[in-house]
């Protein structure tokens, strides 16, 4: 357990509305990380942050925005929710593996099952 | 760029039996290879990883996977399976660079049959 938390854990919404996942780390990671999850494709990297308002796109960042105000909390936003997002979303950090090796190896959150109707 | 393919989508193994799950990866930089592990209904557990040394890595639950750069390979084996090994196993691929960020596989379900 790498103290992430994400929130919701469900969610059902309609096709238009706004909707905004939480990701929240207590171990002060400098990187974070969105993937979606959908059935044979694996995972597939939405946004990153490498620091507080500092995010970067992913493959597939159409149609999600992101925002990292505090070093705990990365927000994914989905302005107009449609149903191609219906989707579990996972958040991820880097751990350093040994100090100052430039080595790192992500955990990841529970996940949040979205639902678009 | 990265990529990785992960040749099969399901193996169904009798309980006790050995399997490998096979990953291949393209890149055209070096790589740090990742095996993970999800089991129905939760996230992902990091099953072992290859950042630099040994080409044969060993992690949790007895599984081991070894790095064949010639061949572009990362296939993750067991030599005795259990009916708890059932799950979906990933492979993921990062290059050297800041973010390091993954690119995942397709996938393999691992079913075992008692």
């Known amino acids: 357990d790498a103290g992430i938390t994400q929130s919701p854990r469900h969610k059902v919404t309609e096709t238009g509305t706004p909707v905004t996942l939480r990701c929240h780390q207590t171990?002060?990671?400098?990187?974070m990380y969105w993937y979606r999850q959908d059935p044979g494709h694996g995972l597939r990297l939405i946004h990153y942050?490498?620091?507080?308002?500092?995010?970067d796109k992913g493959e597939v960042s159409d149609g999600y925005s992101v925002s990292r105000s505090k070093t705990e909390d990365f927000l994914l936003t989905l302005e107009s929710a449609t149903s191609s997002q219906t989707s579990v979303y996972f958040c991820?950090?880097?751990?350093?593996?040994?100090?100052?090796?430039?080595?790192?190896?992500?955990?990841f959150g529970p996940g949040t099952r979205l639902t678009v109707l | 760029a990265q990529s990785v393919t992960q040749l099969d989508s399901q193996v169904p193994v009798f309980e006790e039996a050995p399997v490998e799950l096979r990953c291949n990866y393209s890149?055209?930089?070096?790589?740090?290879l990742f095996w993970y592990v999800q089991y129905p209904n939760q996230g992902l557990q990091l099953l072992l990883k290859?950042?630099?040394?040994?080409?044969l890595v060993k992690g949790i639950n007895g599984f081991e996977a070894e790095f064949n750069k010639s061949q572009t390979s990362f296939h993750l084996r067991k030599p005795s399976v259990h009916i708890s090994d059932t799950a979906e196993y990933f492979c993921?691929?990062?290059?050297?660079?800041?973010?390091?960020?993954?690119?995942f596989g397709q996938g393999t379900r691992l079913t075992i049959n008692p």
């Open positions: 991820a950090i880097s751990e350093s593996v040994g100090q100052g090796s430039g080595k790192y190896e992500q955990f």
């Open positions: 171990e002060n990671h400098r990187y």
């Open positions: 942050s490498y620091g507080v308002k500092d995010t």
């Open positions: 890149s055209s930089v070096s790589v740090y």
């Open positions: 290859y950042l630099s040394g040994s080409t």
């Open positions: 993921a691929v990062s290059d050297h660079q800041g973010a390091q960020k993954l690119v």
